[in-house]
């Protein structure tokens, strides 16, 4: 005889599994609406399909924690309005992102939502919640390394102090 047996979308989930599950749906639509705003402020073309690319991620991931959320009684957070698109020229030059600026915007995001999957990864008790969030932790990998990979690209990367010279042994 086992606890919480049976098909795991019928099993409760516990405090910290709805808790993680509601700030990381929060956390997707501030990412959709915040890049909804980026996606018009990106002047170069690979950096806007990475963006919407990632907008498309956010609002899929958002909805199927919804699902979860609604699921178990609980109220998924408020969703932002749709952001209009707007022409690049349209936004004066001092108070528009650069390209820079939001590819490095994204990598933090991207490592942020690294943490919040792997914490809900390893405190999860329902397989299911454990693997939808593995799905989501292996999409940030990849858009990370998109994003890198353009950044280093483009000459957007700004790295750390390098380690030219090794001591010798």
Same mark, same amino acid.
């Given at each position: ?60 991931? @958002? =909805? ?11 109220? #998924? +957070? $408020?969703?932002?309005?749709? &952001? /209009? ?34 914490q809900l990864i390893g405190s999860s008790i329902r397989i ?16 990370? @390394? =998109? ?11 700004? #790295? +750390? $102090?390098?380690?030219?010279? &090794? /001591?010798?042994?």
């Amino acid at each position: 005889m086992g606890i919480l047996k049976g098909n795991p979308k019928d099993q409760p989930l516990h405090y910290g599994e709805i808790f993680q599950t509601w700030t990381y749906a929060a956390r997707q639509r501030k990412t959709i609406s915040t890049y909804q705003l980026y996606r018009s402020h990106a002047g170069d073309d690979e950096l806007k399909r990475l963006v919407v690319n990632l907008i498309q991620q956010a609002k899929q991931s @958002a =909805a199927e924690c919804d699902e979860i959320l609604v699921h178990n009684g609980i109220m #998924p +957070p $408020p969703a932002f309005a749709e &952001r /209009p698109p707007v022409k690049l020229e349209d936004i004066p030059a001092g108070a528009r992102f650069a390209d820079q600026e939001i590819a490095i915007a994204i990598g933090e995001d991207l490592a942020v939502n690294l943490i919040a999957c792997s914490q809900l990864i390893g405190s999860s008790i329902r397989i299911d919640v454990g693997a939808l969030f593995a799905k989501y932790y292996a999409l940030h990998v990849a858009s990370a @390394a =998109a994003a890198l990979e353009l950044s280093k690209e483009k000459g957007w990367l700004v #790295p +750390p $102090p390098l380690q030219i010279h &090794r /001591p010798e042994k």
